[in-house]
């Protein structure tokens, strides 16, 4: 018998169960410090660009909450700058977003609407596979913010997909509107903890993300900001004291977990990634910064943002350094970019 329409009827009974007012406002007041507005640049810093006749951005709506619920993103690593406007149809459909989609998207076997995945390609490049992958296509993912690093998903089976999602991306416990399913049916719904063992070499992520949308075949604000950002962001991290890490992840030991960027510090190293949409074109440029759970300040003190991704909106280069000051490397949430915020537990944050 086919699960789906048992999952229909617990979506559908889900949604009715939350008015829709407060659907989206499964956040709390943030107890991280706050900023009014990002400080003036004291560095030369690209001009903010000019966009095509009719794709203004907008400087009215206030930000503020204007983020997806979701408690975990899937991040592809496709090595591509740019992809088509709907990242499934990449390559003609043998993409591991298609695949994820089809298991966890809108309609899919384990789609759960108190558990939105949300499944983004990124630029950043696949790790190269081990010997006993080394005749095999693999794809690396990063799952955020439960800051994991899964370096090889074998792309010849669906086996490896199946494992990454019941492994990894499941909830460890069901919304109460599910109680009405039966015990055989929740329990597919539930994480299985060991088919992460059937996924070698899954690591901690010890670096900073920074996420820019870039996604041009979507929208042309984000493809002109996209490279804009990730060029000016950078210049300003190095500035400051935050490594950039470029080229794929390495993996030695694909057996023995490890902690990706090495045994330096936890924040003392960054990536920058374009990556695909994420909702809000007119809001661009739009990224989201990650930072690792045992990130410290620059004063090495704890970090109030530590394990959090917090969301900015209508960035402009001339807002990188404060960024990079203020929010990198002292945890302050800057309220005029500000979107919205995840903590590790997938709850969201806004102000």
């Given at each position: 018998?086919?699960?789906?329409?048992?999952?229909?009827?617990?979506?559908?009974?889900?949604?009715?169960?939350?008015?829709r007012?407060?659907?989206?406002?499964?956040?709390?007041?943030?107890?991280?410090?706050?900023?009014p507005?990002?400080?003036?640049?004291?560095?030369?810093?690209?001009?903010?660009?000019?966009?095509?006749?009719?794709?203004?951005?907008?400087?009215?709506?206030?930000?503020?909450?204007?983020?997806?619920?979701?408690?975990?993103?899937?991040?592809?690593?496709?090595?591509?700058?740019?992809?088509?406007?709907?990242?499934?149809?990449?390559?003609?459909?043998?993409?591991?977003?298609?695949?994820?989609?089809?298991?966890?998207?809108?309609?899919?076997?384990?789609?759960?609407p108190?558990?939105?995945?949300?499944?983004?390609?990124?630029s950043?490049?696949?790790?190269?596979?081990p010997?006993?992958?080394?005749?095999?296509?693999?794809?690396?993912?990063?799952?955020?913010?439960?800051?994991?690093?899964?370096?090889?998903?074998?792309?010849?089976?669906?086996?490896?997909?199946?494992?990454?999602v019941?492994?990894?991306?499941?909830?460890?416990?069901?919304?109460?509107?599910?109680?009405?399913?039966?015990?055989?049916?929740?329990?597919?719904?539930?994480?299985?903890?060991?088919?992460?063992?059937?996924?070698?070499?899954?690591?901690?992520?010890?670096?900073?993300?920074?996420?820019?949308?870039?996604?041009?075949?979507?929208?042309?604000?984000?493809?002109?900001?996209?490279?804009?950002?990730?060029?000016?962001?950078?210049?300003?991290l190095?500035?400051m004291?935050v490594?950039?890490?470029?080229?794929?992840?390495?993996?030695?030991?694909?057996?023995?977990?490890?902690?990706?960027?090495?045994?330096?510090?936890?924040?003392?190293?960054?990536?920058?990634?374009?990556?695909?949409?994420?909702g809000?074109?007119?809001?661009?440029?739009?990224?989201?910064?990650?930072?690792?759970?045992?990130?410290?300040?620059?004063?090495?003190?704890?970090?109030?943002?530590?394990?959090h991704?917090?969301?900015?909106?209508?960035?402009?280069p001339?807002?990188?350094?404060g960024?990079?000051?203020?929010?990198?490397?002292?945890?302050?949430?800057?309220?005029?970019?500000?979107?919205?915020?995840?903590?590790?537990?997938?709850?969201?944050?806004?102000?």
């Amino acid at each position: 018998m086919s699960l789906r329409p048992l999952f229909r009827t617990a979506r559908v009974c889900a949604q009715l169960s939350v008015p829709r007012s407060a659907r989206r406002t499964l956040a709390t007041k943030p107890t991280f410090p706050i900023i009014p507005t990002c400080p003036s640049p004291t560095c030369s810093c690209a001009p903010t660009p000019e966009l095509p006749e009719g794709l203004d951005i907008d400087h009215k709506t206030n930000l503020n909450g204007l983020i997806p619920n979701y408690t975990q993103h899937v991040l592809i690593c496709t090595g591509k700058d740019d992809w088509p406007s709907r990242i499934e149809d990449d390559n003609s459909g043998d993409n591991l977003a298609a695949d994820l989609r089809e298991l966890v998207g809108r309609g899919g076997v384990f789609s759960d609407p108190f558990h939105n995945i949300s499944v983004l390609n990124s630029s950043f490049p696949s790790s190269p596979p081990p010997p006993q992958f080394s005749e095999v296509q693999t794809t690396s993912a990063y799952l955020l913010p439960s800051f994991k690093y899964v370096p090889f998903l074998p792309r010849v089976s669906f086996d490896s997909v199946e494992a990454l999602v019941k492994g990894h991306l499941l909830p460890e416990k069901l919304h109460p509107a599910h109680d009405g399913l039966s015990p055989i049916h929740k329990d597919r719904l539930l994480r299985k903890p060991a088919y992460q063992n059937l996924l070698p070499g899954v690591r901690d992520v010890n670096d900073v993300l920074v996420l820019i949308c870039g996604h041009r075949g979507r929208d042309q604000r984000c493809g002109i900001y996209g490279p804009l950002l990730r060029d000016e962001f950078g210049v300003r991290l190095p500035e400051m004291g935050v490594q950039i890490l470029s080229g794929p992840v390495p993996v030695e030991d694909a057996s023995r977990p490890a902690i990706e960027g090495g045994a330096g510090e936890a924040g003392k190293t960054a990536r920058i990634g374009l990556i695909s949409h994420i909702g809000g074109h007119k809001f661009a440029g739009n990224v989201i910064i990650y930072l690792p759970p045992h990130i410290k300040t620059a004063e090495g003190e704890r970090h109030p943002l530590a394990g959090h991704g917090i969301w900015y909106g209508r960035v402009e280069p001339k807002h990188v350094e404060g960024i990079v000051k203020e929010t990198v490397l002292k945890g302050n949430v800057i309220a005029e970019l500000f979107r919205g915020g995840i903590k590790q537990d997938g709850e969201i944050l806004r102000i």
